[in-house]
């Protein structure tokens, strides 16, 4: 069925849900003018073509991955062997350079979830302009993209609707987008197939179970994020190390915080240890040789002294201030290192001031730690990882240059200390209590005469009786120095003040604060009920009082 901008193709009703269907209309219309003010060229649409044979999974979020596993040409009128390199450079040529005249690709579809993988074949034929997809599953369905006067038309039996709004616009970027070749390949020194089935084989063992320990904790963070992650970057190494014959003797977890990463793989049976400056809540309900394994004890980077001379890899998962120093670590026990590099922090453990404001600040902050990771003698390997977070680019050093002398090392840590210091010499990480940032230890106070002004502030402006509106621009203007100094250097600002006030202050979009108007307490979720704990701040500060009875306000009249 040819996809087509025909809204009374959505199977959409109406009558029940007109604003989605106003929406799709909208996104049709968008669609539709673009695909008629840009004309896509023949070499544009193999390009899109050849992004969308490798790339499928960014079109299905059951897909984990696509795993090419054989490439034949069309060439003579028959089916010779050929590879992916040759594919990709096909796909690029000029159309009368081109010695064949298609490709039979066949792959696999990794799911995320299901245990079998899908078998696909992806046809190229270049005399017709199309690429077709046949999946040998029902869940997944058939489609077709041709190029017809210099647009995609786009086939399928039954999904007009993923086909309009998934894959057009997706061939569309890519038909536009400019290929950067030196992009690190996501998951590109391990084996992809192995690493999904692991990943897949570690959440079913361990996910249920953390999940409770995260409960019982009662952890802020999100469990979510931190067990998928971490399980992710177990399977990561396990596939690695298998893969490259260099499983460690023990492992050593530098800055490991909550100690998922280290419990995985202890329980996977790979000996190793963590330590952090903090012990937290997570470490006591592991189990007793995983309890064992988890040090409470400050890495101090210049007299830093392994407990465990069995230790053969360094690992530095999100290790914060402890990044840039990894290698160096490293290189000095002359062992190899596996580092996820997140938070910016200098050698001196002060806010990394930028070497190249020409890119993002996460690419200079990962520049320098590979710049740093070659002044170490290391022969760098880089990887993207697949987890849960906006940092997944992963350094890893195997392989140290014996001819690389400690001299030189030591003498460009003195002078990066030396340019990029802030105050004294003294290298200072982080202290083992975690100062608080959020304006919970501010002079009591100083918080209610600022939220007092604040709230009158708000008022005069009159928009009616009961509330107001005002820019935060204009309400940060109108306080003083003095008035702002006793919290800015605890939360950054009179943001996080209104933010921890929400009984009294509302967020209503944009740049504007409102007077938030009492809701009684038959209409607040559970969850969000304080019963009398604390005076009602309308009935002591607000001209008109309280709008609700007594029996209505969750606070003390």
């Known amino acids: 069925m040819y996809a087509s901008l025909n809204t009374r193709q959505t199977n959409i009703d109406r009558s029940s849900n007109p604003s989605c269907l106003y929406l799709i209309f909208a996104i049709s219309c968008v669609t539709f003018l673009f695909d008629t ?72 579809l990794l799911p995320k979830k299901l245990a079998d993988n899908i078998l696909g074949t992806g046809t190229v034929d270049f005399e017709k302009g199309l690429y077709e997809c046949q999946f040998a599953s029902d869940s997944i369905e058939d489609f077709s993209v041709r190029l017809l006067e210099g647009q995609f038309q786009l086939e399928s039996k039954s999904n007009p609707n993923w086909l309009e709004f998934v894959l057009r616009p997706k061939l569309l970027s890519w038909s536009q987008s400019k290929q950067d070749e030196a992009k690190v390949k996501s998951l590109g020194l391990v084996n992809v197939e192995k690493y999904n089935d692991l990943y897949k084989e570690l959440k079913q063992r361990h996910s249920q179970r953390l999940l409770e320990h995260w409960k019982t904790a009662q952890e802020s963070t999100d469990p979510l994020k931190f067990i998928y992650e971490d399980l992710a970057i177990a399977a990561y190494l396990m596939v690695l190390w298998s893969q490259t014959q260099s499983e460690p003797n023990a492992f050593a977890d530098l800055g490991c915080g909550n100690g998922l990463l280290v419990h995985v793989l202890n329980a996977e049976g790979y000996k190793g240890y ?50 840039p120093w990894l290698p160096v670590l490293a290189a000095r026990l002359n062992i190899n290192y596996f580092l996820l590099p997140c938070c910016p922090y200098e050698l001196s453990g002060a806010k990394f001031r930028r070497r190249n404001t020409k890119i993002s600040a996460y690419q200079d902050f990962f520049k320098y730690v590979t710049q740093v990771s070659h002044e170490c003698g290391y022969e760098i390997l880089q990887d993207r990882l697949k987890i849960p977070s906006t940092k997944r680019l992963a350094l890893l050093g195997i392989k140290r240059k014996a001819s690389k002398a400690l001299e030189d090392l030591e003498y460009f840590v003195q002078e990066e200390l030396r340019k990029y210091k802030t105050g004294d010499a003294e290298i200072k990480l982080r202290e083992k209590e975690e100062s608080v940032r959020n304006c919970t230890r501010v002079d009591k106070s100083i918080i209610d005469g600022l939220v007092l002004k604040i709230f009158k502030q708000i008022l005069d402006s009159n928009e009616d009786k009961w509330s107001g509106r005002l820019p935060m621009r204009q309400i940060a203007q109108a306080l003083t120095k003095e008035e702002l100094s006793g919290i800015k250097s605890e939360c950054g600002g009179i943001k996080t003040l209104l933010r921890n006030k929400h009984e009294v202050f509302e967020f209503c979009g944009g740049d504007l604060i409102g007077i938030k108007t009492p809701k009684p307490t038959a209409a607040l979720p559970q969850s969000h009920l304080t019963i009398k704990k604390r005076s009602c701040f309308f009935k002591l500060h607000h001209p008109l009082g309280c709008p609700l009875e007594d029996a209505e306000c969750s606070f003390i009249h």
């Open 37 to 108: 003010m840009t004309a896509v060229e023949e070499a544009q649409f193999w390009q899109a073509i050849g992004i969308l044979i490798k790339n499928y999974h960014a079109l299905n979020k059951k897909i984990f991955e696509v795993v090419i596993t054989q490439v034949k040409k069309h060439q003579d009128g028959r089916l010779c062997e050929s590879s992916t390199e040759e594919l990709s450079m096909t796909l690029k040529e000029v159309p009368n350079k081109r010695t064949c005249t298609g490709f039979t690709i066949g792959f696999k």
């Open 274 to 323: 963590g330590y952090d400056i903090r012990k937290r809540k997570l470490w006591s309900l592991y189990p007793p040789e995983t309890q064992k394994s988890l040090i409470e004890k400050a890495v101090e980077p210049n007299n830093f002294r392994l407990d465990f001379p069995d230790v053969d890899w360094l690992i530095g998962n999100h290790s914060d201030e402890l990044s």
